[in-house]
């Protein structure tokens, strides 16, 4: 169950890369993220924002793939820790592949919902120490150190992009499921 109401000051994420915003680009803290375009967020949902956004190209791949469009393109709402085309590079040689074979279906699905969590969940919404179920079953642990948010093993590099189903947080790595 997701703990919400401690909220975290917004500071502690960057500035926040909603759709509808022309602030200009954000940086990261460890890698420069190409943003999801002007056109994203509410009027577009998490596979369309996924589809328009360059660094995400290879999770879109890998959703198709795990047959997982139409859910992802569901009501929602959704909050998904999107990982990047470098996040999905540093698998090991060939595992992506093998995980985008229609007989790995099952496994990559797997994965790939573990990267997702019921609920509109904004970065203001974590705190240090949470626990954040996900769509798969297993929780993933929330840590906050100054500026640095992980989720898991992975640094939250562009938080808060807003969609029509929920929300966007773009992250540096892949989570792989302990079951």
Known sequence: MLLLGLCVPALAFGVAACGGDDEGSTSTTTEQVEEAPAEAGASMD?????????????????????????????????TVFAPTND????????????????ANRDEL?????????????????????Q??????????????????VMIGDAQVVQPDIATSNGTVHVIDAVLLPKS
């Open 131 to 148: 626990m954040v179920e996900t769509v798969q079953g297993d929780e993933l642990e929330v840590t906050i150190d100054g500026d640095k």
């Open 46 to 78: 998490i596979v369309e924002t996924a589809q328009a956004t360059p660094d995400l190209t290879t999770l879109v791949d890998a959703v198709v793939a795990a047959e997982l469009v139409e859910t992802l393109q569901g009501e929602g709402p959704f």
């Open 109 to 129: 699905a797997n994965i790939l919902t573990y990267h997702v969590v019921a609920g509109d969940v904004k970065a203001a919404d974590l705190s240090d120490g």
């Open 87 to 102: 996040a999905f590079a540093a698998l090991p040689p060939a595992e992506l592949q093998r995980l985008l074979k229609p």
